[in-house]
T-cell receptor, first 111, second 116 residues
């Protein structure tokens, strides 16, 4: 079983739609969680950290469920510019631990 | 502005040739990483270094070598022993993000290596 699992998609949604991605992780010792965005042929960039209480950044909302070991990302009012691959990332936390990446979920927003 | 610089952006390697990919950061981060990404796949860890003069193998270290003589620099050599080197190579450093509660990665813009 992969340490971080995501539905690869693609998710094809019209502009203005709301879309949600889920991600599950297998290591219960994981402490830090992130969503990264990767555009085609570019490097991943941090979208947002994910906190236990849930957090929001504009149109983006991230949730963490430690009991079920899953993370979600909700995008409201999708824009064409949101089209990208979204990577779920987990870590045991702290300065020394590595980050483990999911394979990503591809989102395509259309007119 | 602080960041990570990878060079070159594109690199072509002949069969049997060693090549070195450069990675430099001015973020004052201790930890640095090298990942490989193949088309349609996730990132796989090659090597990482948590401090100067120390580094560890990742999940796919065979055919690669690194050095960490300076905090700012973490070059990756793709040797002739790496049988399938064509891929997108990403260097990252790790430091505090979003107020310092979590430690996340900052990536360089990557090097695309192609065997010709």
């Amino acid at each position: 079983r992969k340490e971080v699992e995501q539905d690869p998609g693609p998710f094809n949604v019209p502009e203005g739609a709301t879309v949600a991605f889920n991600c599950t992780y297998s290591n219960s010792a994981s402490q830090s969680f992130f969503w990264y965005r990767q555009d085609c042929r570019k490097e991943p960039k941090l979208l947002m950290s994910v906190y236990s209480s849930g957090n929001e950044d504009g149109r983006f909302t991230a949730q963490l469920n430690r009991a079920s070991q899953y993370i979600s990302l909700l995008i409201r009012d999708s824009k064409l510019s949101d089209s990208a691959t979204y990577l779920c990332v987990v870590s045991r936390g702290g300065t020394a631990s590595k980050l483990t990446f999911g394979t990503g979920t591809r989102l395509q927003v259309t007119l | 502005d602080g960041g990570i610089t990878q060079s070159p952006k594109y690199l072509f390697r002949k069969e049997g040739q060693n090549v070195t990919l450069s990675c430099e950061q001015n973020l004052n981060h201790d930890a640095m990483y090298w990942y490989r990404q193949d088309p349609g796949q996730g990132l796989r860890l090659i090597y990482y270094s948590q401090i100067v003069n120390d580094f560890q193998k990742g999940d796919i270290a065979e055919g690669y070598s690194v050095s960490r003589e300076k905090k700012e620099s973490f070059p990756l050599t793709v040797t002739s022993a790496q049988k399938n080197p064509t891929a997108f190579y990403l260097c990252a450093s790790k430091g505090p993000v979003t107020g310092g509660e979590n430690y996340g990665y900052t990536f360089g813009s990557g090097t695309r290596l192609t065997v010709v």
